[in-house]
């Protein structure tokens, strides 16, 4: 079993920034893709960045320029550091993964996703 768990959600007024953390933990032989999302209410969920396992990334036009994402391989954690909310920034965040793992016919990979932590930037 693979479990996703985040951390660094919270309130910020608009202009500030937040940095979010994803630790990735259980039966994982290697983790190819990670990302970030965001789902605002009453919207679809929607990415807002991503990293491979070699560190290219990829964002969102909406984040560009604001917001940096990277990874600690050895830690199975990914971080989204975010500056320059917006109140359009808020929804709740979460973390996906693309994990490697074992299962009886050899290895298989599976995605992964956290529960979510909420950003709600103030203006």
């Known amino acids: 079993q693979v479990q996703l768990v985040e951390f660094g959600g919270g309130l910020v007024q608009a202009g500030g920034s937040l940095r979010l953390s994803c630790v990735a933990s259980g039966s994982i032989l290697s983790i190819n893709d990670m990302g970030w999302y965001r789902q605002a209410p009453g919207k679809q969920r929607e990415l807002v960045a991503a990293?491979?396992?070699?560190?290219?990334?990829n964002y969102a036009d909406f984040v560009k320029g604001r917001s940096t994402i990277s990874r600690d391989n050895a830690k199975n954690t990914v971080y989204l550091q975010m500056n320059s909310l917006k109140p359009e920034d808020t929804a709740v965040y979460y973390c996906?993964?693309?994990?490697?793992?074992?299962?009886?016919?050899?290895?298989?990979?599976?995605?992964?996703w956290g529960q979510g932590t909420q950003v709600t930037v103030s203006s």
């Open positions: 990293i491979t396992a070699s560190g290219s990334t």
């Open positions: 996906n993964a693309k994990v490697i793992v074992r299962v009886p016919t050899g290895l298989g990979q599976y995605d992964y």
